[in-house]
């Protein structure tokens, strides 16, 4: 562990940190709920503290060229501010996890065994240029009984800091530890590094971001990592899809939000359909000012695009920008998508029953749909009120997480004196 995780200001937060976490564990929902209004009133009527903040972030965004997606990630402004206090009110009105009863029995002997729901303790939490995740993370983690311990990263560096500060009034306004949730920013990336070390201070790290933050994370930490996956998102359009829910369906995925995780990156179509779909498909993509990185069955339906490269079909753009490849048949859509996705979300476009159910029986994502757009594959979408990412490992959890994520189990044995023989 480096130098700065020695610093007493260092370990101060994460001592903070699991002091808090003792006393979330055991809150109320009631004192809970009472935290998460706080703060959803914090956001919307701090708009003046937040706003310019985050303009000041902004301007420094431009001035270092960080990309149109993720300057768009970057932005907050009324409408997003309103949204995320709705979130935080909606999460305030979901039912507390902790405590809750997964499965018991009573034994032959006598004894009474529950597993029941408790928090992990302290999270720590590794984004970049996302100042809705400080908001969403913070109240996910109190209605579950967590800490959090967050570091925001330099792009949003101004808006996390007054968030946070918001998020510490509001907490504290109801008697609940203020240092239930902190950020780390100040020790930049060194202090990103040592928050991987810090086993034994944060219980859980869950990385949010670009493909290199994800696997950075996933290679070096000592804590155990929530794998949240870069988005090499699919749609496969069956020959038997219908024109005008394939236009649809395309373009929402594409141009709806293009700088996020669930949005589509790769179209795949059915040769025998190819015809009849790509004209409309890809002009109204087109229209809506979307580049098209074209195969060469493609180019050949329609001229206005750009020759695909092989890292075309594992890129995740996050910009109006889309990969497009006509295959044989839903084999070779099946093994395009098993070759190059990141098991985040596919979705196929049919009418045909038994190719749908194959598709969701053999796609291996976390998010697999059927004639819907990707950019349902959200925690806000799915009923979470929020999300803390969208998993796509296999452990400890996959897709959009919730409350119930943010928590462990544990076993409570209750007996009359029983002594096993």
């Given at each position: 562990?480096?130098?700065?995780?020695?610093a007493?200001?260092f370990?101060?937060?994460?001592?903070a940190?699991?002091?808090?976490?003792?006393?979330?564990?055991?809150?109320?929902?009631?004192?809970k709920?009472?935290?998460l209004?706080?703060i959803?009133a914090?956001v919307?009527?701090?708009?003046?503290?937040?706003?310019p903040?985050?303009?000041?972030?902004?301007?420094?965004?431009?001035?270092?060229?960080?990309?149109v997606g993720?300057?768009?990630r970057?932005?907050?402004d009324e409408?997003?501010?309103?949204g995320l206090?709705s979130?935080v009110?909606?999460?305030?009105s979901?039912?507390?996890?902790?405590?809750?009863?997964?499965?018991g029995?009573?034994?032959?002997?006598?004894?009474?065994i529950?597993?029941v729901?408790?928090?992990f303790?302290?999270?720590?939490?590794?984004?970049?240029?996302?100042?809705?995740v400080t908001i969403?993370?913070?109240?996910?983690?109190?209605?579950?009984?967590?800490?959090?311990?967050?570091?925001?990263?330099?792009a949003?560096?101004?808006t996390?800091?007054?968030l946070?500060?918001?998020?510490?009034?509001?907490?504290?306004?109801v008697g609940?530890?203020?240092?239930?949730v902190?950020t780390?920013?100040?020790?930049g990336?060194e202090?990103?590094r040592?928050l991987?070390?810090?086993?034994?201070?944060?219980?859980?790290?869950?990385?949010?971001?670009?493909?290199?933050?994800?696997?950075t994370?996933?290679?070096?930490?000592k804590v155990p990592?929530?794998?949240t996956?870069?988005?090499?998102?699919?749609?496969y359009?069956?020959?038997s899809a219908d024109e005008?829910?394939?236009?649809?369906?395309?373009?929402n995925?594409?141009?709806q939000?293009?700088?996020?995780?669930?949005?589509?990156?790769?179209?795949?179509?059915?040769e025998?359909?190819?015809?009849?779909l790509?004209?409309?498909?890809?002009g109204?993509?087109?229209?809506a000012?979307v580049?098209?990185?074209?195969?060469?069955r493609?180019?050949?339906?329609f001229?206005?695009?750009?020759p695909?490269?092989?890292?075309?079909?594992?890129?995740?753009?996050?910009?109006?920008?889309?990969?497009?490849?006509?295959?044989?048949d839903?084999?070779?859509?099946?093994?395009?998508i098993?070759?190059?996705?990141?098991?985040?979300?596919e979705?196929i476009?049919?009418?045909?029953f038994?190719?749908?159910?194959?598709?969701?029986?053999e796609?291996d994502s976390?998010?697999v749909?059927?004639n819907?757009s990707t950019?349902?594959?959200?925690?806000?979408?799915?009923?979470?009120?929020?999300e803390?990412g969208?998993?796509?490992?296999?452990?400890?959890?996959?897709?959009?997480?919730g409350?119930?994520?943010?928590?462990s189990t544990?076993w409570?044995v209750?007996g009359?004196?029983?002594?096993?023989?």
């Amino acid at each position: 562990m480096s130098e700065t995780l020695l610093a007493p200001s260092f370990l101060e937060k994460l001592d903070a940190a699991r002091d808090a976490s003792i006393t979330l564990a055991t809150a109320t929902a009631e004192r809970k709920n009472a935290a998460l209004l706080a703060i959803a009133a914090a956001v919307t009527s701090g708009a003046d503290r937040i706003l310019p903040a985050n303009d000041l972030d902004l301007a420094n965004a431009r001035d270092n060229g960080l990309s149109v997606g993720l300057q768009d990630r970057l932005r907050l402004d009324e409408q997003r501010l309103a949204g995320l206090a709705s979130a935080v009110t909606q999460i305030a009105s979901l039912v507390d996890p902790v405590g809750e009863s997964v499965r018991g029995s009573t034994l032959p002997n006598g004894l009474k065994i529950s597993q029941v729901r408790v928090p992990f303790g302290v999270v720590g939490v590794i984004y970049e240029a996302r100042p809705n995740v400080t908001i969403d993370i913070a109240a996910l983690a109190l209605k579950s009984g967590n800490a959090a311990v967050l570091r925001g990263g330099s792009a949003a560096l101004n808006t996390n800091r007054v968030l946070v500060e918001l998020l510490q009034e509001a907490i504290a306004s109801v008697g609940l530890p203020a240092l239930s949730v902190q950020t780390i920013d100040e020790f930049g990336r060194e202090g990103a590094r040592d928050l991987m070390a810090a086993r034994g201070y944060i219980d859980v790290l869950i990385p949010r971001g670009s493909a290199d933050l994800i696997n950075t994370v996933v290679a070096e930490s000592k804590v155990p990592v929530i794998e949240t996956g870069a988005g090499v998102v699919h749609v496969y359009l069956d020959e038997s899809a219908d024109e005008q829910i394939s236009v649809n369906i395309v373009h929402n995925a594409k141009v709806q939000r293009p700088s996020v995780c669930n949005a589509l990156e790769t179209l795949l179509v059915h040769e025998s359909s190819a015809a009849r779909l790509l004209p409309s498909v890809l002009g109204r993509l087109r229209e809506a000012g979307v580049t098209i990185h074209a195969d060469e069955r493609t180019a050949a339906l329609f001229v206005d695009v750009v020759p695909a490269t092989e890292d075309d079909w594992s890129t995740e753009y996050m910009s109006l920008d889309v990969s497009v490849r006509v295959v044989d048949d839903l084999d070779a859509a099946l093994a395009h998508i098993r070759q190059y996705s990141t098991h985040h979300t596919e979705s196929i476009i049919t009418n045909d029953f038994a190719r749908a159910e194959r598709f969701l029986a053999e796609v291996d994502s976390a998010v697999v749909m059927v004639n819907a757009s990707t950019r349902f594959t959200d925690g806000g979408e799915f009923g979470f009120g929020a999300e803390v990412g969208i998993s796509t490992q296999k452990l400890h959890t996959r897709g959009p997480m919730g409350l119930s994520e943010l928590t462990s189990t544990k076993w409570v044995v209750r007996g009359t004196g029983q002594v096993r023989g």
